[in-house]
């Protein structure tokens, strides 16, 4: 009798099902989770290769940090060849100073490099939600790194609990996790130690650009840059903040900048602004676009920066002495 | 508070638990207070032009109802404009300011009339028809006027259809607050499914597709035509889904807690003509015109050069309804006019024998299907398009077939022309096989659960859950 009330009872059959129902959604997510994990942990090319490699394994004495324009303008074998030790460029598209910082963090939980390259953006703290909604690219990494898990939570406040899930972080991968499993492109295997060259010419000439006047600053990437500039200092590694080349002239100093210059200064870190330098802007046989060198520009300016940071390192040694 | 967030699922949860384990007499104040909660936590100020405009309403339709002759015009005409100036205030003032500066400019005079800086409240289009519907409803006398105050509020601000829809009729959902709905099994697992559906159409489809559009529309001068086009396809698949998505989100909602909506979209691209589109697309809107301006003006009872004036311009004003920008006002005239294009060809085609109920070969049907979906494209053109410049520059782009690469925007594409495939294979099953091939709706709860279960991963795997808000809300 009472099995037949609980049997007719819809409230009940509907909580017995919805259990149920629970219990195999936790089953799948699990099972295919896991999947999603062994396969991107083991791709062997592309963006999401280079980051695993970046966050578990480099073992570097410089690491380069930044975004596509880092990835791109920074060629990891003339500067290590120039300075005499093993260089990665961890630059990754598309990404802000709150993914380098986290990369950093996470770096430093394995082992300290020695010098560590910044290259900033104009409007690098601007408030923009894409930056934030980018830090997507570091979900797989959520579970197995504390270090990460504060800046991912900053995507919103229910992130630890999507994060629950075993495959939302690898939600929207499948198809980068299936190009860095198989041998379908080529290209892909191409890694010169992180940097990815260009070959396109421009083929208009340089403008004369306004920059867009103050902007409102996020001031959680202000912090997130702090952060990762006394996490250098703390952990004695040599940090070296740049603005690398833009193709236009741009005719006045961009706010972002201007607060990382005066961090830079607070703790007596190099801070170098190339955004403007006539040996590379306005050139059009050195750049693929308006932001970004091409392969040689990348190689001059790649010889430039060792230069200085050799010089730098020079100057730094003396007046430790 | 948006439908494709996580804030919403805890709201969802907590009030439809609520709403059973309390007695039926305070069901009405928990929505209401549930609703002013939803509408409230998008910019919280604006719950008092609704509530301007509930008591307006409330009042015009007690007096409406009381009073005789004249009277009851006066009443009607003080509910309309009060609903009409709140949207020409917050909706269309600046776009009127707008043109009159361009006007004023061409004769060399500058505008002293100054621009309001204000927000376009979200879903005000929606509520104020619903509203203006009441009280035409009881002018008509085909629904008696609400004496509770609260339940005419709810009516206005029930929170699965408040800020994009469907519009609702009182006749059909006013009644419903009084109604005792009991906790049916199967009731309450139909409204889940239809709002799993809802969300698999937002977060896999609609949503990944904007990421393409906004991507080459934000800078169509630097696309080719063909990044165009597709663009433009897959703009018409994202409004589609993205749009039907909220609809079945609010009808599935409401229908857990025992409330019926009207069905909104009928899957509309397998229209064989504009008519038909136009029954099957956003057909709470498109009964609302059709009951209260096409009628009004005469409908199809008057002669037929008025009639085509009569179709033209609803569609006009349909245009308008949904923003306060020329590209709608063209986007509402290509569609009146494609709808009077049909009506004259199928004049001058029966002149030749040829009879408008004759059933087309399956072939002929396909073609038909084939053109309605193009030139609604086109029309989606003006839709998304920023403004008449970019409209111009995206259709000289794509009729000039010049060569260009395809942008693909990796993995937004594969994404894209995966989901879009998805979507076209679920309801073509739908329209030609309903009944076959069940997989949701399957008698086997293997088949069923396994179905829940790869809908739900498939929006963990593929959904964009940084997604933006309902392009709908802005209206």
């Known amino acids: 009798m009472e099995k037949d009330l609980i049997k007719n009872n819809p409230v009940q059959k509907f909580l017995r099902n919805f259990l149920l129902f629970l219990f195999l959604l936790v089953i799948a997510d699990f099972a295919v989770g896991f999947l999603l994990r062994k396969f991107y942990f083991s791709q062997e090319s592309g963006l999401e290769a280079r980051t695993i490699y970046a966050i578990d394994k480099a073992n570097e004495e410089l690491i380069v940090l930044g975004s596509s324009r880092a990835s791109h303008h920074y060629v990891p074998a003339i500067i290590g060849k120039e300075l005499n030790m093993s260089a990665y460029n961890a630059g990754r598209e598309g990404n802000f100073i709150l993914y380098h910082n986290a990369v950093l963090q996470c770096m430093i939980q394995r082992y300290h490099p020695k010098v560590v390259v910044l290259d900033l953006l104009n409007k690098e703290f601007s408030v923009n939600r894409e930056s934030y909604d980018r830090l997507a690219t570091l979900m797989p990494f959520y579970r197995n790194h504390e270090a990460i898990r504060p800046i991912i939570n900053l995507r919103g406040p229910f992130e630890p609990i999507k994060n629950l899930s075993a495959i939302y972080p690898y939600n929207s991968k499948l198809q980068a996790i299936a190009m860095g499993n198989l041998e379908l492109n080529k290209s892909r295997k191409q890694d010169f130690g992180g940097y990815i060259p260009l070959e396109r010419v421009m083929k208009r000439p340089a403008d004369s650009v306004a920059v867009e006047g103050e902007y409102p600053i996020d001031t959680i990437k202000v912090e997130a840059f702090r952060q990762l500039v006394k996490t250098c200092s703390a952990s004695n590694i040599r940090l070296f903040v740049i603005c690398s080349p833009y193709y236009d002239y741009l005719r006045a100093e961009d706010p972002s900048v201007r607060i990382a210059r005066q961090i830079a200064a607070e703790y007596s870190i190099p801070f170098w602004d190339y955004s403007v330098d006539t040996t590379f802007t306005g050139k059009a046989d050195i750049f693929d676009d308006k932001a970004h060198l091409n392969k040689e520009g990348a190689e001059r300016y790649s010889k430039l920066i060792a230069d200085k940071i050799t010089a730098s390192a020079g100057s730094h040694a003396s007046a430790k002495r | 508070m948006l439908f494709n967030s996580m804030e919403f699922l805890f709201y969802f949860i907590v009030v439809t638990s609520l709403y059973f384990l309390l007695p039926h007499r305070f069901r009405w104040m928990l929505?209401?207070?549930?609703?002013?909660?939803?509408?409230?936590?998008?910019?919280?100020?604006?719950?008092?032009?609704?509530?301007?405009?509930?008591?307006?309403?409330?009042?015009?339709?007690i007096f409406l109802e009381e009073a005789r002759g004249r009277k009851r015009k006066v009443w009607l005409i003080a509910s309309l404009v009060a609903?009409?100036?709140v949207l020409a205030v917050f909706k269309y003032y600046n776009f009127l300011n707008d043109n009159l500066t361009t006007l004023l400019h061409g004769v060399g005079w500058n505008n002293p009339v100054p621009y309001l800086k204000i927000l376009l409240p979200i879903g005000l289009s929606f509520h104020t028809f619903q509203a203006m519907s009441y009280t035409i409803e009881v002018?008509?006398?085909?629904?008696?006027?609400?004496?509770?105050?609260?339940?005419?509020?709810?009516?206005?601000?029930?929170?699965?259809?408040?800020?994009?829809?469907?519009?609702?009729?009182?006749?059909?959902?006013?009644?419903?607050?009084?109604e005792k709905h009991s906790f049916d099994y199967e009731r309450v697992v139909d409204g889940l499914k239809i709002m799993l559906w809802g969300f698999v159409k937002k977060l896999v489809i609609a949503d990944r597709l904007g990421l393409y559009v906004d991507a080459v529309y934000g800078n169509a001068d630097q696309h080719s035509g063909l990044s165009l086009i597709v663009a433009t396809v897959f703009f018409a698949f994202q409004i589609y889904c993205d749009f039907s998505g909220y609809s079945d989100i609010a009808i599935g909602s409401a229908k857990v807690m025992g409330f019926t909506l009207m069905r909104n979209f009928n899957r509309p691209y397998f229209s064989a003509n504009i008519s038909e589109f136009w029954s099957r697309w956003h057909i709470s809107l498109s009964t609302w015109f059709k009951d209260y301006l096409y009628i009004s003006l005469g409908g199809n009872r008057v002669s037929i050069p008025r009639w085509y004036f009569n179709l033209f311009f609803v569609f006009l004003v349909s245009g308008l309804w949904h923003g306060a920008n020329w590209t709608f006002v063209i986007w509402g005239a290509l569609n009146g006019f494609y709808l009077v294009a049909a009506l004259i060809r199928n004049r001058l085609l029966s002149k030749w024998g040829w009879k408008e109920n004759d059933q087309p070969s399956w072939w002929m049907r396909m073609i038909n299907i084939g053109i309605t979906f193009l030139l609604t494209c086109f029309a989606w053109i003006f839709f998304r398009a920023a403004d008449l410049n970019q409209a111009t520059l995206v259709i000289g782009r794509i009729f000039r077939f010049e060569k260009g690469s395809l942008f693909t925007g990796?993995?937004?594409?594969?994404?894209?022309?995966?989901?879009?495939?998805?979507?076209l294979l679920v309801e073509a099953k739908e329209e030609y096989y309903k009944g076959s091939f069940t997989l949701i709706d399957n008698k086997s709860p293997l088949v069923r659960y396994s179905t829940y279960l790869a809908l739900i991963l498939l929006i963990l795997l593929i959904g964009v859950f940084d997604g933006g808000q309902f392009i709908y809300f802005q209206f």
């Open chain 2, 31 to 61: 929505l209401l207070f549930a609703s002013c909660y939803f509408y409230m936590a998008f910019v919280p100020v604006y719950i008092l032009i609704l509530g301007f405009t509930i008591v307006i309403d409330y009042f015009a339709g």
């Open chain 2, 139 to 178: 002018y008509r006398g085909h629904q008696k006027a609400e004496r509770n105050f609260g339940i005419y509020a709810l009516y206005v601000m029930f929170y699965p259809q408040l800020v994009a829809g469907p519009i609702e009729r009182p006749q059909n959902l006013l009644h419903q607050f009084y």
């Open chain 2, 83 to 85: 609903n009409i100036g």
């Open chain 2, 410 to 423: 990796n993995p937004t594409f594969t994404y894209s022309l995966f989901a879009i495939a998805f979507l």
